[in-house]
């Protein structure tokens, strides 16, 4: 039998739904009757079209059947006319990038991204792609920063692991007027908080393997924005190779299907976390940008339905964080974010060990610094754990 060809554009999906409806149904397709999108164990396909490279239906091109229904949900969860999953949250960035820029191009981006981001900026610089770094929250210095060759500008959300929010509507107007590509890693906040498309945004990029995904079983990644810049990021990506495997598609499918009522979820525990450490004597300092003391807080409250699951604080001294993260019993160390179980680690021993210490120390990374990746557990519970860690 011959699979029907598919196109994982949305125009015909029911954008008007609201996000909890699609994420449990948009893009399915009942294939042989089945309610939930089936697994399709099969690198490749009998072929249609023998004319075109497209016609060729293979995993690598992300074009089997399975890998297009998720496409069209993840399209339509973020309002945008096309979408792509890849292997990895890095996947999507490198791929992301390269579709925009060339050798000769300069990229504006936020200090204090994402580590594995940031060295990525390193390899570009050596293929001859340029970046500046920016203070993302003031506007007013961005245009002293920005050269003629200047092509994109890239933002996160919610910044990891400082948990700072951008001047987003500056970013998405300074790139319009300047005829800039817009692009932001809403990994942080997810879809439930925040979905960038619609606010102006050219390109968001997710790593899967947290909130979307949400149960810490796989790691991907997704672009999406219009059909246009998708085409060339799949062009790319069918080359670079970084394709998702149809069972790991299956289950950010079926991940997918509870992102809103988990996701909101975790934002309450970490915001009654948050108010309960930032009154700890053991904690010199407190971030979430969900707090009304938060210095991010107002730009939060202004364009996130919640600040998710993700705070950071600091004990007093260096010693006094590593006992923390030895004695926590139900919170677990280690790295990654967005899952069920809350998570507590260093950044400054995980995601930026990547960089140079004296890198780190200029960023605000200290030692003493713990990132928290609140998940589903009793919030009564998750305080003790937490207050007896640190007595
Ligand atoms: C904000 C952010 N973006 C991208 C990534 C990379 O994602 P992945 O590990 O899925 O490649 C991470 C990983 O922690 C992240 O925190």
Redesign the pocket.
Known sequence: MHPERESTRTQEQPLSRRLSTLVIHAGSTHTGGAVVQPIFQSANYLQQDAERYDGVRYLRLANSPQQLALCRKLAAIEQAEDALALA??????STALLSVLKAGDHLLVQRN??G??ATLLDDLARLGITSTPIDASDPSSWAAAATDHTRAIYV?AI??PLLQVPALQDVVDFAEARGLVSCI?A??VSPTGFQPIPFGFDLV??????YLNGHSDL???VIAGSAERIERARSLHNHLGGCLDAHACFLLDRGLKTLTLRVPAQAQRALHLAQVLSEHDAVARVRYPGLPSDPEHARASRWFAHASGMLTFETHTDDAAQRFLQRVSIALNA???GGLETLVVRPSRS?HLGLEPEQRRALGITDRLIRVSVGAEDPDDLVEDFVSALA
């Open positions: 990895s949250g890095m996947a999507a960035i991204l994402y594995g981001t996160e910044s990891n890693d990994t942080f990029v997710h790593s899967a393997t947290k790691v991907a990644g790295a990654s974010l995601s």
